[in-house]
Structures are given as structure tokens and as C-alpha cells.
């Protein structure tokens, strides 16, 4: 064995009295270097982990930041989910039984308008998505993304010809701000590969 990344720590890591260490490791597989795509059907069957701290999530990030930066190159996050049993906020589970896809897009940080791309599922009480394995699903063409659970659609985001600059309302946020994606197509920042 040997630490293959151990940059921030990446490998080792002590706690003291005054740097607690959260009680999870994490981990994740990046596919930039072996596989990515423009445009297609993405299915990922997956059972999602359970417990305190842990955050399983599905992304698909922009192999290159054609964009510029988060988030004005995008982030399409397939599902994203909490591990925690029992976290109920006025009256809904959104630990387990919760599961997101978004779209983050934005010309700038803190700018990022994914309130207008986001979509979510709730199994019903006691079957979270941590109990079986569920079918993530994204359709995702040069004029919508399209996103399901188990061949149950959750949402569509289809921008009309102002594209997401559009969908976001930033002109009317930020009058001075500068559209990044206005040689894109509609789809920009959507319209990269992404890993």
C-alpha cells in the first residue's frame, strides 16, 4: 500500500485537543483520466451508505474548465443524498430517504443558481435509499437534461434561447456581471464532457 494522493493530508491525519477529526473517512473514484462524455443516457445503480457524517453523492464535473471556474464551467450533480437516519426537517426525512440531482451553474462564487435546477425524491418512511439499490438516471441532450430515480423522472431543465444566463435571471442579480457561456450553446456550461 502507498498513499497515492496525500496532498491536504490525504493520507494521515492526527486529532488533537484542538483539531477534532471527523469520526468518517471518504473517498471517491475520478474517472478524468480513463473516461468522459458529451451528450447520452447515464445510468448508475448504486445503494447508498447510512450513518452520521457521511454525504454519498454521484457528480459529474467538467473535464476541462472551458468556463472558468466553479461554477461558471458547471457541476451536475446525478443524486446527492445524506447518511443520516433520523434527520426530519419540518416533517420531511431528508437524511436517507432523500435523494437530489442539481444542476450548478453560475458566471461567478458566490453566484450559483441551483435553486433553479434542482430536484428531489423521498422513498417512503422506513425504505431509504440506503435499504436497496435504486437506478440514478440522467438524459442529457443538446436541449435538456432530464433526471429519474428508478424510471421515475424528478425534473427536466430545458432552457429556452437565453440559455442557463436565462434560466439564472443574472442579468437581472447582477446588471454588470459578464454572461461567460454567450459563445455556448444554450446548454452552456452543460455543453462540455464531463467525467
Not at 49 to 62: I, K, R
Not at 131 to 139: A, I, P, R, S, V
Not at 167 to 176: D, E, K, M
Request: net charge negative.
Amino acid at each position: 500500500r502507498r498513499c497515492t494522493d496525500p496532498s491536504s493530508y490525504g493520507c494521515e491525519r492526527t486529532g488533537s485537543v484542538t483539531n477534532l477529526l471527523n469520526p468518517a473517512q471518504s473517498a471517491r473514484i475520478r474517472s478524468i483520466n480513463s473516461f468522459s462524455f458529451r451528450y447520452g443516457k447515464v445510468e448508475i445503480r448504486a445503494r447508498m451508505p447510512s450513518g452520521d457524517w457521511l454525504w454519498p453523492a454521484l457528480w459529474l464535473l467538467p473535464r476541462y474548465n472551458a468556463y472558468s471556474t466553479w461554477p461558471a464551467s458547471g457541476e451536475i450533480d446525478l443524486a446527492e443524498l445524506r447518511g443520516n437516519l433520523d434527520y426530519v426537517q419540518n416533517g420531511v426525512n431528508i437524511g436517507t430517504e432523500q435523494s437530489s440531482s442539481t444542476l450548478h451553474f453560475g458566471p461567478y462564487w458566490p453566484l450559483n443558481a441551483y435553486e433553479s435546477a434542482h430536484f428531489s425524491k423521498n422513498t417512503p418512511a422506513g425504505a431509504g435509499f440506503d435499504k436497496d439499490y435504486h437506478l440514478y438516471q440522467m438524459e442529457w441532450t443538446s436541449d435538456y437534461m432530464k433526471f429519474s430515480v428508478d424510471n421515475e423522472e424528478l425534473g427536466t431543465v430545458t432552457p429556452n434561447d437565453q440559455g442557463f444566463w436565462g434560466l439564472g435571471g443574472f442579468s437581472a442579480i447582477n446588471p454588470t456581471a459578464e454572461n461567460p457561456w454567450r459563445f455556448g450553446t444554450k446548454m452552456a456550461p452543460f455543453d462540455q464532457e464531463v467525467f
